[in-house]
T-cell receptor, first 115, second 114 residues
C-alpha cells in the first residue's frame, strides 16, 4: 500500500518560535495532501488542503499566517507553525491520495508540544 | 457543510461478541464514506470505503459496513470481535468528487476484553 511519512514524530519548542513539519509520500506522487489536527481524545479536524505548485486552501477558522503550508514537490508538503504558543500544542497528521484520488493514506503524525 | 456523528464513544465487549458501531452523516449531496481504525500507537488505517454500487461493503479484518441512504447511515459491523480489535474507530466522509479532505466523527474507543 501507499506510504506517507512525517518528520519529526515529536517536537518540543519554546513559545514564540517556529516549527516545521514535513509530510512525504514515499512511493507515489501526490498533487494534493491534507493537514489535520487532533486534540487529545478527540477527532481529527481538517486544517488545510495542500496543493502542489499553488496556494493551500485553508478551512474556516484556521489562521493562514500561523500555519504556513508549502507543497514544493509532488512528494513533499510542509507545515510551519509560526510563533507557536502553548495552545498550538497538538497532534498534527498529514494524508495524501495516491491516484485515483479516492482513498487517503495517513502519516504517523507529529506531536507538537509548545512550552 | 458536512458533519459526522458517531453515537458510541466508548464500547466494551467480550471476545466473540458481535459489534456494530453507528455512524450518521449530514450532507445533501453525493458522499464517499470511510471507516478508519487507529490501533494504540499507530497511524490511521483504512478499514473500508463506500463510493457507489453495492451498499454492503466488506473491508479488511472481517469488518463490513452498510450504507443506508435513507437513514444517512454507514454503520460498521463485525460478527465476532477479537482482542486485537481494541482500537479507536473513526467514521469519515467527503463529497462526491473524492479528492476532498475528510470530515471525521469523534471516534469510538473500542475495548475488547479477553
Amino acid at each position: 500500500g501507499a506510504v506517507v511519512s512525517q518528520h519529526p514524530s515529536w517536537v518540543i519548542c519554546k513559545s514564540g518560535t517556529s516549527v516545521k513539519i514535513e509530510c512525504r509520500s514515499l512511493d507515489f506522487q501526490a498533487t494534493t495532501m491534507f493537514w489535520y489536527r487532533q486534540f487529545p481524545k478527540q477527532s481529527l479536524m481538517l486544517m488545510a488542503t495542500s496543493n502542489e505548485g499553488s496556494k493551500a486552501t485553508y478551512e474556516q477558522g484556521v489562521e493562514k499566517d500561523k500555519f504556513l503550508i508549502n507543497h514544493a514537490s509532488l512528494t513533499l508538503s510542509t507545515l510551519t507553525v509560526t510563533s507557536a504558543h502553548p495552545e498550538d500544542s497538538s497532534f498534527y497528521i498529514c494524508s495524501a491520495n495516491p491516484p485515483p484520488a479516492y482513498e487517503q493514506y495517513f502519516g504517523p503524525g507529529t506531536r507538537l508540544t509548545v512550552t | 457543510a458536512q458533519s459526522v456523528s458517531q453515537h458510541n464513544h466508548h464500547v466494551i465487549l467480550s471476545e466473540a461478541a458481535s459489534l456494530e458501531l453507528g455512524c450518521n452523516y449530514s450532507y445533501g449531496g453525493t458522499v464517499n464514506l470511510f471507516w478508519y481504525v487507529q490501533y494504540p500507537g499507530q497511524h490511521l488505517q483504512l478499514l473500508l470505503k463506500y463510493f457507489s454500487g453495492d451498499p454492503l461493503v466488506k473491508g479488511i479484518k472481517g469488518f463490513e459496513a452498510e450504507f443506508i441512504k435513507s437513514k444517512f447511515s454507514f454503520n460498521l459491523r463485525k460478527p465476532s470481535v477479537q482482542w486485537s480489535d481494541t482500537a479507536e474507530y473513526f467514521c469519515a466522509v467527503n463529497s462526491g468528487g473524492g479528492a476532498d479532505g475528510l470530515t471525521f466523527g469523534k471516534g469510538t474507543h473500542l475495548i475488547i476484553q479477553p
